[in-house]
């Protein structure tokens, strides 16, 4: 019984290789090239008041801004004018952000009304909600559950703002406490600690990047190419948010290389998850 089994698995095993070996060969005999899918992309008007943070997708539903529509292109095309119609194409979905003055995606911070408990949230794009909805912003759904909770009445302000770490944390600290706060929260996550100068003095980094392809050249993604061979010239490294064009051996050379893949290798010997450069590079 168990050998008929076995026969059975190994001739099911066959066939399935079989299959598939037969269909990669006629791929590869039409020449077929999987669908590249390009990084996110964002548009914001010069004051960051308003911003969109713009996708290729939306398999769950959940961006209800289509800007491919005439509606969206009438209230947002303003934002980017030569490129509106290029990100409407590669980026479609999006969410919207609107900020206060102190570029705070929250309203405008005014006197403590009485008998309001004030709780400030510092933090990065983490706490700012970057890629949510403003109702589904943690601040948001801590004030909610806050209130929920009945007796004291409470005021939860949304005090993220993307890409902050210290000292920038500590300096919007100091920035909050002139609005009266009676708890500071710090929505910290693990690249949020103090960087100190001789931390700095050994790095080489230029953050520097597109987060959509650079309308200009005769090929997709030539200027791209071209400003990443000057940075590397200057021994700076691009940012991995925006699109990239290295190749496999630049990108190791940059991006970790052997270090990458021990790690890798320790923590995913099966190759389950996809590596570093087939998420960056490749967007798959």
């Known amino acids: 019984m168990a050998g008929a089994l076995s026969r059975s698995a190994a001739l099911?095993?066959?066939?399935?290789?079989?299959?598939?070996l037969t269909v990669e060969g006629g791929l590869r005999l039409v020449r077929y090239t999987p669908r590249?899918?390009?990084?996110?992309?964002?548009?914001?008007?010069?004051?960051?008041?308003?911003l969109l943070d713009c996708y290729p997708s939306n398999p769950r539903g959940y961006f209800d801004i289509d800007l491919r529509r005439p509606e969206r292109r009438e209230r947002y095309g303003h934002l980017a004018p030569l490129r509106y119609e290029s990100l409407a194409r590669r980026t479609p979905y999006a969410i919207e952000s609107r900020y206060n003055s102190l570029r705070f995606r929250d309203v405008e911070f005014l006197p403590k009304p009485a008998g309001v408990r004030r709780v400030m949230?510092?933090?990065?794009?983490?706490?700012?909600?970057?890629?949510?909805?403003?109702?589904?912003?943690?601040?948001?759904?801590?004030?909610?559950?806050?209130n929920a909770s009945g007796g004291a009445r409470w005021e939860v302000r949304n005090c993220g703002r993307r890409g902050a770490d210290f000292p920038l944390l500590f300096e919007l600290f100091e920035q909050v406490l002139a609005f009266d706060?009676?708890?500071?929260?710090?929505?910290?996550?693990?690249?949020?600690?103090?960087?100190?100068?001789?931390?700095?003095?050994?790095?080489?980094?230029?953050n520097v990047g597109f987060w959509s392809t650079v309308p200009v050249g005769l090929t997709d993604g030539e200027t791209n190419r071209l400003i990443e061979?000057?940075?590397?010239?200057?021994?700076?490294?691009?940012?991995?948010y925006s699109d990239s064009y290295y190749s496999p051996e630049e990108f190791s050379e940059l991006y970790g290389g052997e270090?990458?893949?021990?790690?890798?290798?320790?923590?995913?010997?099966?190759?389950?998850?996809?590596?570093?450069y087939a998420k960056a590079v490749q967007r798959r």
């Open 12 to 20: 099911a095993a066959a066939s399935v290789a079989a299959v598939l």
């Open 36 to 50: 590249r899918f390009h990084a996110a992309a964002r548009l914001v008007d010069p004051r960051w008041r308003l």
């Open 121 to 146: 949230v510092l933090g990065d794009s983490f706490t700012e909600g970057q890629g949510v909805k403003e109702a589904d912003t943690y601040p948001r759904v801590l004030e909610a559950r806050l």
């Open 181 to 206: 706060p009676d708890v500071v929260v710090y929505g910290m996550v693990l690249n949020d600690a103090d960087q100190s100068d001789a931390f700095h003095a050994q790095q080489t980094y230029v």
């Open 229 to 240: 061979r000057k940075v590397s010239e200057l021994r700076g490294h691009k940012s991995l």
């Open 259 to 276: 270090t990458y893949r021990t790690v890798k290798k320790r923590y995913d010997p099966d190759s389950r998850l996809l590596d570093l």
